[in-house]
């Protein structure tokens, strides 16, 4: 029994060394379908020695901030084209690591069951940061609504518009705020984490989506100095494993899509 105890009470030892032995990473994400998906794969992280310790946040300018300036390690929210933005117009140099999954971008409606009923005149809420407005109107624009002066512009925004036939009016807001006033416009444009937040079926409320092979792929993102660090590969590995694909395809039933 003593020997029994012993064996045991060095084991337990040993764990909690190599517990402590492990390396914690930190990392942002938005609450869906991010969050959910690093929680996923935390137990698969932490028998490989990392702590994936994930911070929620509702915004998309802390994540990337905090990260810039080291208080964490990485964040996992956004589009390529919106970290460029965001690297161009505030001094940053943060880079992606990995491709994880695609959210088709969708228009919604508590008014209108159709883009045919929208009226003259129609306000239309739009986000205000950097490529997501461009993506808005580019969808938009496919559906036929308005035409910018560049038809290719992923930075556009209401400014750049040269044809608007039925005389929309636009809002410009924080992505977040979208789908808290969706009964006070016509029509918003939303990302489809805060449109899932929010309770909103893409695939059945949508009366705009983009289409599946959407080029904006939300990537594992992190800084130069850390990208190639052991932590951050095996992150990147568990993110585009079976498991992960699994669970998106059946969690999300189209509304996210992997792009591994």
Known sequence: MKKTSLLAALAAAFSISLAQAGETLTIAATPVPHAEILE???????EQGVDLDIKVFTDYVQPNMQVSQKRLDANYFQTKPYLDTFNSSRGTDLVTVTGVHVEPFGGYSSRFDSLDELPR?????????GSNSGRALLLLQKAGLLTLKDPSNAQATPRDIADNPRGFKFREL??????RVLNQVDLAMINTNYALEAKLDPGADALVIEDRDSPYVNYLVARPDNRDSEAIRKLSAALTSPEVKA?????YAGAVVPAF
């Open 40 to 46: 996923l794969i935390k137990p698969q992280l932490a």
């Open 121 to 129: 005149g129609a306000t239309i809420a739009i986000p205000s940061e």
């Open 174 to 179: 924080e992505a977040a705020m979208l789908p």
């Open 247 to 251: 669970f998106i395809e059946k969690r």
